[in-house]
């Protein structure tokens, strides 16, 4: 299937640990997102990299690191984890050529700190 | 930096109903204004968009409002059914990159 896939799903981890999540698209966008939602569902755009090149970085903690090893792959590393940083994280991916503007985005993962 | 606001933050209607959710943004340089459809437990889905040369496009029950000079944006969602239910996100881009979120609607349709 032709998609945006996360994992993990579901991440459970103590305060201060340091863990990633890996997003992979498969669909030849060049352009990927990350995206955290809150538990108001507001959702907020954190880091895209179009071409594996850092092009949008919003006002995020340093404690958190994207890398992108190619175009289809996006992860997101977060050092130190705080209570705050619970949420859902979800990938998005788009083609930026022939004025396609829509954004697909994964099944997100949920993140609880304890 | 582009601002979106959404309303209502929830919405009740039954079925057969017509709920109506409301966008304003500020940045009128791009000309892209999706609606996303976001069940719960799911990532965001795109529903319908408009581009502002037009003032309305209708996708099946789904129609998006647009007017230019207000700002503002809308979309209906007619004969309503609860499979409907779900959080609905305007949106509005912020570069050629970037899409700005509105806060979101719940919307629940009642049987």
């Known amino acids: 299937d032709t998609a945006v896939s996360q994992t993990p799903k579901y991440l459970v981890t103590q305060m201060g640990n340091d863990k990633s999540i890996k997003c992979e698209q498969n669909l030849g966008h060049d352009t990927m997102y990350w995206y955290k939602q809150d538990s108001k569902k507001f959702l907020k755009i954190m880091f895209s990299?179009?071409?594996?090149?850092?092009?949008i970085n919003e006002t995020v903690p340093n404690r958190f690191s994207p890398k992108s090893p190619d175009k289809a792959h996006l992860n997101l590393h977060i050092n130190s984890l705080e209570l705050g940083d619970s949420a859902v994280y979800f990938c998005?991916?788009?083609?930026?050529?022939?004025?396609?503007?829509?954004?697909?985005f994964g099944p997100g993962t949920r993140l609880t700190v304890l | 930096q582009q601002q979106v606001k959404q309303s209502p933050q929830s919405l009740i209607v039954q079925k057969g109903g017509i709920p109506i959710i409301n966008c304003a943004y500020e940045n009128t340089a791009f000309d892209y204004f999706p609606w996303y459809q976001q069940f719960p437990g799911k990532g965001p889905a795109l529903l319908i968009a408009i581009r502002p040369d037009v003032s309305e496009k209708k996708e099946g029950r789904f129609t998006i409002s647009f007017n230019k000079s207000a700002k503002q944006f809308s979309l209906h969602i007619m004969d309503s059914q609860p499979g409907d239910s779900a959080t609905y996100f305007c949106a509005a881009p912020d570069s050629s990159y970037k899409l700005i979120f509105g806060s979101g609607t719940r919307l629940l349709v009642r049987p």
């Open positions: 990299y179009n071409n594996k090149e850092l092009i």
């Open positions: 998005a991916s788009r083609r930026t050529s022939g004025g396609a503007n829509e954004q697909f």
